[in-house]
């Protein structure tokens, strides 16, 4: 009795209740979740302003009429049925669907087979790694500028050409040669890319696989198929996916190499979006196609990524 009223006293400090046994690890978890969302925040916000808002904004301006000046109004999916009518989003298409796929596969089967030939550690293989990759380094409009001077109509070759007598080369202004010389200049400017992607893969590839199976018998293009490249496979898929989403969006070097010509020739669906219909103020029609680019390219970089992960499973399996 003494004990409690010395305790209840005016003056004495009470014996404090004991906590609850989860309030201390409830508060822990909520301090760390403070500090989680305290670090992420602000590039969250940055990253939703900067890229989710501005694709809602255009999902919904391609349901527009919009000029770009004046209210735009909701005309619902015919911008989308006029993309699939217009014959110049058709055969830019095309265009976008032949650079793509064949610049993709020689720039991953370029960069693949350099750097299995220069996968050694030496000053001569370092020297020719950075020489591929110099051009990537380089604006790929300064690169179209470049070649343009090189190939063009009064450009270095045919001006050699001229002066030796023979008819010039129509490398940019003819029909039959422009888009493969645009391809060309592509891939000679992308694959360095792929060749520092593969080397750092190769490197990652263990040397006593490779010296077992060289004492087994098997060649260096053995080794090479069934060993090395299977092992680095993940690697490639990674290149495959960058390379494809890249090239559906070339356009810089098309404006400074070929200007979509001659006839249109050239004219891939990033350049029909930007040259020709933002500067006919069919805004709402430019951004419909944009949209549809975006989910395209999205779409094949799912697709591939699937495809690969299956034949892995496939083979582990």
């Known amino acids: 009795m003494v004990e409690l009223a010395e305790l209840t006293q005016p003056g004495r400090r009470s014996v404090a209740a004991p906590a609850a046994p989860g309030s201390g690890r409830r508060r822990a978890r909520f ?17 939703t302003v900067l890229t989710i808002v501005p694709v809602g904004v255009a999902i919904y301006l391609s349901f527009t009429d919009w000029d770009g000046f004046s209210t735009a109004k909701l005309i619902g999916w015919e911008n989308y049925e006029h993309l699939f009518d217009d014959p110049s989003s058709t055969d830019a298409w095309y265009v976008t669907a032949l650079i793509a796929s064949v610049g993709t596969a020689l720039m991953v089967g370029a960069g693949l087979v350099y750097a299995l030939i220069l996968k050694g550690r030496s000053r001569t293989n370092s020297f020719f790694r950075a020489v ?20 063009g109509t009064n450009g270095a070759v045919n001006n050699t050409l001229a002066k030796l007598g023979m008819e010039p080369i129509g490398f940019l202004f003819d ?41 087994d018998g098997a060649s260096r293009r053995q080794i090479n198929l069934r060993i090395v490249i299977p092992l680095i496979a993940p690697v490639v898929t990674v290149a495959t996916v960058l390379n494809l989403v890249g090239l559906l969006r070339a356009y810089d070097i098309v404006v400074s190499l070929t200007g979509g010509g001659p006839a249109g020739s050239t004219q891939t669906f990033t350049y029909l979006i930007l040259a020709r219909s933002f500067e006919g103020t069919k805004v ?24 690969r992960n299956r034949q892995d499973q496939a083979a582990t399996g």
């Open 284 to 307: 709402g029609y430019a951004t419909a196609q944009a949209v549809f680019l975006m989910v395209a390219s999205a779409v094949l970089a799912l697709v591939v990524t699937v495809l």
């Open 31 to 47: 301090r760390e979740a403070a500090v989680t969302f305290g670090m992420m925040g602000p590039a969250v916000l940055l990253y």
């Open 175 to 215: 029909e039959k040669f422009a888009l493969y010389t645009l391809i060309g200049v592509i891939v000679w400017a992308g694959f360095g890319f792929n060749v520092v992607l593969f080397v750092a893969a190769l490197q990652t590839v263990p040397a006593e696989l490779l010296e077992a199976a060289a004492i």
């Open 132 to 151: 591929a990759y110099f051009p990537h380094v380089i604006s790929a409009l300064i690169l179209g500028y470049l070649w343009a001077a090189i190939l």
